[in-house]
C-alpha cells in the first residue's frame, strides 16, 4: 500500500504569511495527488487536483506542485478563512490513502 | 446544482449492521465512480471504499470482509452495508463522487456526512 506522510502535522502563522505544506509518497504516483481543506464540523472540500489544477471556484492564493513523490501546497497569502486542517490523497492506487493532515492555527 | 445527502447513521451495538445511503442530486450515480471516506471523532481521513461505473469495487484492509459498497440505478442511490461492526468503525462516514480521467482521479462533491457511533 502506498503511505501518505505530510508535514508538519501543525503549525502556526499569521494572516498575510506564506505557508507551505508538504506530502511525500511511498512510492511514485505521477500526478495523482490531491488537496483538501477541511474546516470544524465541515465536509473536506477539493482545492487541488492532479498536484497542480485548481479546483474552479478556489482562490488562486492556493498552489501546488510536484510529482513523482514529493508534493507541495503553497497558501501565498494567508487568510482568516484558510486557518483549517489540510489533507493530501494520493488516487494512484487503492487504498486511497489520505495524508494524516496539517492544521493551520493562527500565531 | 450537485449535493450528496448521506442518511442511515445511528447508534449499533459491536456486532451489529447498519445500512448508509447517499442519494445524489445533479447527476447519476450509475455513470460515476463513487466513494465513502470516514473520519474518527479527532481525527483524520480514512478511505473506505470506492465502486466505478463499470461496478468494480475496492476496499480499505480494515473493512474488507465486513462493508460492502453498492448502488441502485434505478433510485439513484449509493450504499455502504456495515456488518460485523466494530467499536473503532466510530466516525463520520461522507459519500464523495469522483472525477477520473487520463491523469486525475479526485473527490469534487461531498456529502455533510452521517454519524456512525458503535458501542454498547
Known amino acids: 500500500d502506498i503511505q501518505m506522510t505530510q508535514s508538519p502535522s501543525s503549525l502556526s502563522a499569521s494572516v498575510g504569511d506564506r505557508v507551505t505544506i508538504t506530502c511525500r509518497a511511498s512510492?511514485?504516483?505521477?500526478?495523482?495527488l490531491n488537496w483538501y481543506q477541511q474546516r470544524p464540523g465541515k465536509a473536506p472540500k477539493l482545492l487541488i487536483y492532479?498536484?497542480?489544477s485548481l479546483q474552479s471556484g478556489v482562490p488562486s492564493r492556493f498552489s501546488g506542485s510536484g510529482s513523482g513523490s514529493d508534493f507541495t501546497l503553497t497558501i501565498s497569502s494567508l487568510q482568516p478563512e484558510d486557518f483549517a486542517t489540510y489533507y493530501c490523497q494520493q488516487t494512484y492506487f487503492t487504498p486511497l490513502a489520505f495524508g494524516q493532515g496539517t492544521k493551520v492555527e493562527i500565531k | 446544482e450537485v449535493q450528496l445527502v448521506e442518511s442511515g447513521g445511528g447508534l449499533v451495538q459491536p456486532g451489529g449492521s447498519l445500512r448508509l445511503s447517499c442519494a445524489p442530486s445533479g447527476f447519476t450515480v450509475s455513470n460515476t465512480y463513487m466513494s465513502w471516506v470516514r473520519q474518527a471523532p479527532g481525527k483524520g481521513l480514512e478511505w473506505v471504499s470506492v465502486i466505478y461505473s463499470g461496478g468494480n469495487t475496492y476496499y480499505a484492509d480494515s473493512v474488507k470482509g465486513r462493508f460492502t459498497i453498492s448502488r441502485d440505478n434505478s433510485k439513484n442511490t449509493l450504499y455502504l452495508q456495515m456488518n460485523s461492526l466494530r467499536a473503532e468503525d466510530t466516525a463520520v462516514y461522507f459519500c464523495a463522487r469522483v472525477r477520473d480521467g487520463y491523469n486525475f482521479r479526485y473527490f469534487d462533491y461531498w456529502g455533510q456526512g452521517t454519524l456512525v457511533t458503535v458501542s454498547s
Open positions: 492532479a498536484a497542480s
Open positions: 512510492q511514485t504516483i505521477g500526478s495523482y
